[in-house]
DNA sequence: GTGCCTACGTGATGTATATCACATTCTGCA
DNA sequence: TGCAGAATGTGATATACATCACGTAGGCAC
């Protein structure tokens, strides 16, 4: 399945477009391919982008003072990411974001996305309700940080992500939990 | 000013509504009162409503297992409340939401929302960029949890929201921090 | 193959915070 | 006005985790 055909199926799940809307939409997403380890997004970059994951695995991250990084969102597959503070409205970036695995992308300017859904009272709504189920599972994971110790939400990212395990070192998974990777070592050996 | 205007003025910040329009969304409001403790979702009810706050101080939390409260929200005027993840999902309560102070709210039940957002363009720009604001104080409050101490979270909170500190008793700010009241108190008397 | 860099494991120690227990102060209200 | 319950302060102790230090194993360049 080729990239345009994976954006459409996912939209089609929210919203009702017909072909040609579809297409009309699609016009304004660029394809884009990134190697392991490539940059996308860099502290204090101008942000105008936001990326739809065809393949791969991204991560958007924050590093403090102390040089400690803390990972917001591995973005796999049919997901979507950016640094949406600086997108939104229009200041540096302070999430990075660069690529785990090689990867594929559809980039969409922010610009295009406010014109689109301007123009496409559908894609308004497709984008009303991603950011909905985004909202509710920052959420959700802002409660498990508070209710659930570090053993809790680790198994809680494997059983919702099982994939990550053998794809992500440890010590990325050890930054999206919060805690050290000396912990999440000692953790994982602990129990059986 | 009235809670019509107060709505009204909300909006007009987002999205652009004749006034027409706006009489037409307006009309599927039901304005409420509340006393101080009382209830407006309890956990395993139906959730039918959001609710825009036009005057007093709710609070949006979860009990764990063990007993212990977490406030995910103080919802102080012209913010929105509910369970959105049982309002969004159809699903049964997991999040309470209770009075700390007297209230008056406007309610919105889900269906009309919905409803709204189909017949007006305008109505769906203005949810959209409602939710992508929550996202991202959401993912910031998150970025906060990881990344900074009690201390620092609990100052961060008290010059966000001054009003908060003299409103709201002192074991529901430790329930927003994610600590113990005994720690919030320490600290507090530690600094001066 | 040699060497280097990254990932990962593990012990020792320090620290922030939870928890339990009890004292004190505040507040609504009968 | 006085009282009961709620809110808050504070000490003692336990614990999860960070941090530092060091060791090992695997992959990759040359």
């Given at each position: 399945?080729?990239?345009?055909?994976?954006?459409?199926?996912h939209?089609?799940?929210?919203a009702?477009?017909?072909?040609?809307?579809?297409?009309?939409?699609f016009?304004?997403?660029?394809?884009?391919?990134?190697?392991?380890?490539?940059?996308?997004?860099?502290?204090?970059?101008?942000?105008?982008?936001?990326?739809?994951?065809?393949?791969?695995?991204?991560?958007?991250?924050?590093?403090?003072?102390?040089?400690k990084?803390?990972?917001?969102?591995f973005?796999?597959?049919?997901?979507?990411?950016?640094?949406?503070?600086a997108?939104?409205?229009?200041?540096?970036?302070?999430?990075s974001?660069?690529c785990?695995?090689?990867?594929?992308?559809?980039?969409?300017?922010?610009?295009d996305?406010e014109?689109?859904c301007?123009?496409?009272?559908?894609?308004?709504?497709?984008?009303?309700?991603?950011?909905n189920?985004?909202?509710?599972a920052?959420?959700?994971?802002?409660?498990?940080?508070?209710?659930?110790?570090?053993?809790?939400?680790?198994e809680?990212?494997?059983?919702l992500y099982?994939?990550?395990?053998?794809?992500?070192?440890?010590?990325?998974i050890?930054?999206?939990?919060?805690?050290?990777?000396?912990?999440?070592?000692?953790?994982?050996?602990?129990?059986?």
């Amino acid at each position: 399945m080729d990239a345009k055909e994976i954006l459409k199926q996912h939209i089609a799940k929210t919203a009702t477009l017909t072909d040609e809307q579809f297409d009309y939409l699609f016009s304004h997403f660029k394809a884009q391919s990134y190697k392991k380890g490539q940059v996308v997004i860099s502290e204090g970059d101008k942000v105008d982008n936001e990326y739809f994951v065809i393949s791969g695995c991204l991560k958007a991250f924050f590093i403090n003072d102390e040089i400690k990084m803390y990972i917001l969102q591995f973005a796999m597959p049919t997901w979507w990411t950016s640094d949406y503070g600086a997108l939104y409205n229009h200041t540096r970036a302070t999430i990075s974001i660069d690529c785990i695995t090689d990867a594929e992308v559809l980039c969409l300017s922010n610009h295009d996305r406010e014109k689109i859904c301007n123009e496409l009272h559908q894609a308004e709504h497709f984008f009303r309700w991603r950011t909905n189920r985004g909202y509710l599972a920052s959420q959700k994971r802002l409660l498990s940080f508070m209710n659930n110790d570090t053993k809790a939400r680790y198994e809680e990212l494997l059983s919702l992500y099982p994939q990550l395990y053998n794809l992500v070192p440890k010590h990325l998974i050890a930054a999206y939990l919060g805690v050290s990777r000396e912990t999440l070592s000692r953790l994982y050996h602990a129990h059986k």
